[in-house]
């Protein structure tokens, strides 16, 4: 690497073709977000008071049961896109950052699974 000119080593770090797609669905999900997350303050301040059963009755409706499973995959598809980022950029030894890479991949796949499992639980009243 060391016998390398300049240009040689920077033409071999060419671009992977991936951070157009990665940034298109960091905006798209984030405009999501934003729909939802009005859905969701507005449902909560409706319910706010409510019972137990009044929120698993109204979790219970097709309607507010399907928005509440997109909210819970595009929270964490976007905050593992925005950690990704930040780990492939600022994580500079190569298995550290593949292990890291990993990890959070494992992670919010585990706290999602573990929402919608709540989602469905709540919502089927068990």
Not at 77 to 99: C, F, S, T
């Amino acid at each position: 690497m060391a016998t390398r000119s300049a240009i040689g080593r920077v033409k071999a770090r060419g671009s992977a073709r991936e951070g157009v797609g990665h940034w298109k669905m960091q905006r798209l999900t984030s405009i999501g977000l934003v729909l939802l997350v009005i859905w969701f303050v507005l449902s909560a301040v409706s319910l706010s008071g409510a019972s137990y059963l009044d929120v698993r009755a109204w979790l219970a409706g097709p309607f507010n049961a399907t928005m509440m499973v997109l909210l819970v995959v595009a929270a964490f598809w976007h905050a593992k896109l925005g950690i990704q980022v930040i780990i492939e950029d600022y994580v500079h030894h190569e298995g550290v950052r593949i292990g890291s890479l990993v990890a959070l991949k494992l992670a919010v796949v585990a706290l999602a699974a573990a929402c919608l499992v709540a989602i469905v639980k709540v919502s089927l009243g068990s």
